[in-house]
């Protein structure tokens, strides 16, 4: 893999300096993710903070992951707590796990297939001098890969914070580079635990409304690995469809096209000189993967048209959880003894 500098100048350790005299909580959910644990356990313990609690909650992996997580810990070199979230088998659940248990000032999210750089937490942690500022986004850029469905999604910025940041109606911070206050959790409630995506959206929505300020951190960075496969990159965006219509649902927004002939004729068809010009030069520089931009398209919005015509709107994705003081069940701390 090519350097994208999250190494930390190969030390494997952190520089221990304070962030504004606040403890932070980093928490990652991950599921099936066995490929995963190493690289991102490496890229965790090259984080600069001096007060850092890393909690990493388990979905329900059926592979190796929660096994491999068990055998890393050890050589982490700070406090590390492992959770389990079984009850459900959703992201913002398992965020909610680890947000229960987390003893921190500022709660930091990232996802298992993201690296931070090592001074990440360091840029983020800049933002909240503003004492209104209660959440800050992080930038996200691709972490490179070979196949065609990876340099796709990286050319197109895909998870790019800079398109959410601008959404039309307000903008918000992916929970893949996202810091919150632990008082802004305590004033609005958790995540939303049963949405299967834009539960970010919803309560960086719920934050603002509330008086709470989104501030960005261009330089906090996470690089992020793309989906790999088609069938992967369908699924994403029928997600990310099934999620928008309900964040349209609960704050009142205009749902987007959801009829293929909507999409083709409103989203695609404006979009269809670009992309053959850019498709004649990238030819031209030698790069054909370029040919794949318009089916890939063309997949990306039928997928999320489909979500959005199959969400079930009656389904109660729930109201968001009140933080309490407590600790999960299923818990082990680096001190912890193993079986």
């Given at each position: 893999?090519?350097d994208?500098?999250?190494?930390?100048?190969?030390?494997?350790?952190?520089?221990?300096?304070p962030?504004?005299?606040?403890?932070?909580?980093?928490?990652?959910p991950?599921?099936?993710?066995?490929g995963?644990?190493?690289?991102?356990?490496?890229?965790?313990?090259?984080?600069?903070?001096?007060?850092?609690?890393?909690?990493?909650?388990?979905?329900?992996?059926q592979?190796?992951?929660?096994?491999?997580?068990?055998?890393?810990?050890?050589?982490?070199?700070?406090?590390?707590l492992?959770?389990r979230?079984?009850?459900?088998?959703?992201?913002?659940?398992a965020r909610?796990?680890?947000?229960?248990?987390?003893?921190?000032?500022?709660l930091?999210?990232?996802?298992?297939?993201?690296?931070?750089?090592?001074d990440?937490?360091?840029?983020?942690?800049?933002?909240?001098?503003?004492?209104?500022?209660?959440l800050?986004?992080?930038?996200?850029?691709?972490?490179?890969?070979?196949?065609w469905?990876?340099?796709?999604?990286?050319?197109?910025?895909?998870?790019?914070?800079?398109?959410?940041?601008?959404?039309?109606?307000?903008?918000?911070g992916?929970?893949a580079?996202?810091?919150?206050?632990?008082?802004?959790?305590?004033?609005?409630?958790?995540?939303?635990?049963?949405?299967?995506?834009?539960?970010?959206?919803?309560?960086?929505?719920?934050?603002?409304?509330?008086?709470?300020?989104?501030?960005?951190?261009?330089e906090?960075?996470?690089?992020?690995?793309?989906?790999?496969?088609?069938r992967?990159?369908?699924?994403?965006?029928?997600?990310?469809?099934?999620?928008?219509?309900?964040?349209?649902?609960?704050?009142g927004?205009?749902?987007?096209p959801?009829?293929?002939?909507?999409v083709?004729?409103?989203?695609?068809?404006?979009?269809?000189?670009?992309?053959?010009?850019?498709?004649?030069?990238?030819?031209?520089?030698?790069?054909?993967?370029?040919?794949a931009?318009?089916?890939?398209a063309?997949?990306?919005?039928?997928?999320?048209?489909?979500?959005?015509?199959?969400?079930?709107?009656?389904?109660d994705?729930?109201?968001p959880?009140?933080?309490?003081?407590?600790?999960?069940?299923?818990?082990?701390r680096?001190?912890?003894?193993?079986?």
């Amino acid at each position: 893999m090519a350097d994208t500098g999250y190494n930390n100048q190969g030390t494997g350790r952190p520089t221990s300096i304070p962030i504004n005299n606040v403890s932070v909580s980093l928490i990652v959910p991950i599921r099936n993710a066995e490929g995963h644990v190493e690289s991102l356990i490496e890229a965790i313990s090259g984080l600069i903070c001096g007060d850092l609690e890393v909690i990493v909650v388990d979905n329900n992996s059926q592979d190796a992951t929660w096994e491999r997580l068990r055998a890393m810990r050890r050589g982490l070199g700070r406090e590390f707590l492992l959770l389990r979230e079984d009850g459900s088998t959703n992201s913002y659940a398992a965020r909610n796990c680890g947000i229960r248990a987390a003893r921190g000032d500022i709660l930091v999210f990232t996802d298992a297939d993201c690296r931070p750089k090592a001074d990440w937490l360091v840029q983020m942690a800049g933002e909240f001098r503003v004492p209104r500022v209660g959440l800050v986004a992080g930038a996200i850029q691709s972490a490179g890969g070979s196949s065609w469905i990876e340099r796709y999604s990286s050319r197109h910025g895909m998870l790019s914070q800079s398109y959410t940041l601008r959404h039309p109606y307000l903008g918000y911070g992916q929970t893949a580079s996202l810091a919150i206050r632990r008082s802004v959790l305590q004033d609005i409630g958790m995540f939303r635990p049963n949405m299967v995506s834009g539960g970010d959206a919803d309560l960086c929505w719920r934050a603002i409304r509330g008086g709470w300020q989104l501030a960005y951190a261009p330089e906090s960075i996470v690089f992020h690995h793309h989906r790999s496969s088609l069938r992967e990159l369908w699924e994403q965006w029928y997600r990310y469809g099934r999620g928008h219509k309900h964040l349209c649902r609960l704050h009142g927004q205009s749902v987007l096209p959801s009829s293929w002939h909507s999409v083709l004729s409103e989203r695609i068809t404006p979009y269809i000189p670009t992309a053959l010009n850019n498709m004649a030069n990238a030819i031209r520089r030698g790069d054909v993967s370029v040919v794949a931009d318009l089916p890939l398209a063309l997949v990306c919005w039928r997928a999320f048209a489909v979500g959005t015509q199959q969400t079930d709107l009656d389904l109660d994705v729930g109201d968001p959880p009140r933080l309490q003081a407590q600790m999960a069940v299923a818990s082990e701390r680096g001190s912890t003894p193993m079986s």
